[in-house]
C-alpha cells in the first residue's frame, strides 16, 4: 500500500517536472493496481502519453476520469484534450455536462469550483 502511494507521488512530481518519459515508466508500475482505475494518477499518466505522441492509449486512460458529478477540472482538461484532437462533439458533451452538474451544486462547491465552471461556459461560448 504504501509502495502504491509512493508511485503515485512519483507520477505527479515527474509529470510537474515535465519529465515524461519517468512519468509513464511509474503508470506502468501502478497500472496493475486496482486503485489506479479512475484515478488522478491514471489521468496524469494518459496526460504524459498525450506528451509522448501515444495520442489513443493517452485518451483511453484520459476518459477513464469522466465521472459525472466529480473531477470536474480534470474533465475541462479532458474537452480540450478532445478540442486539440478535432474531437469537438465530444467536448461539447463533457462541457454541457459539467455545465448542467453546475447549476445544482451546492454553493459550497460552486465556490470551490467557480473557475473550472467559468472557464467551461466560455469554452461552450467559442464552440
Known amino acids: 500500500q504504501n509502495n502504491y502511494f ?3 507521488k512519483l507520477v505527479a512530481a515527474y509529470y510537474n517536472l515535465e519529465d515524461y518519459d519517468n512519468t509513464i515508466s511509474y503508470g506502468e508500475k501502478l ?3 486496482p486503485e489506479f482505475k479512475q484515478s488522478k494518477s491514471e489521468f496524469i499518466y494518459g496526460l504524459a502519453l498525450d506528451k509522448t505522441g501515444q495520442t489513443e492509449a493517452a485518451e483511453k486512460h ?3 476520469i469522466d465521472q459525472r458529478y466529480s473531477n470536474y477540472s480534470e474533465r475541462l482538461v479532458l474537452a480540450k484534450f478532445f478540442i486539440e484532437k478535432d474531437k469537438v462533439e465530444e467536448a461539447k458533451a463533457i462541457l454541457n455536462e459539467i455545465f448542467v452538474e453546475s447549476q445544482h ?3 459550497p462547491n460552486k465556490r470551490k ?3 473550472t465552471i467559468n472557464e467551461v461556459e466560455k ?3 467559442r464552440l
Open 6 to 8: 509512493i508511485l503515485e
Open 31 to 33: 497500472k496493475h493496481h
Open 62 to 64: 484520459l476518459r477513464a
Open 105 to 107: 451544486m451546492t454553493k
Open 113 to 115: 469550483y467557480g473557475t
Open 123 to 125: 469554452l461552450l461560448k
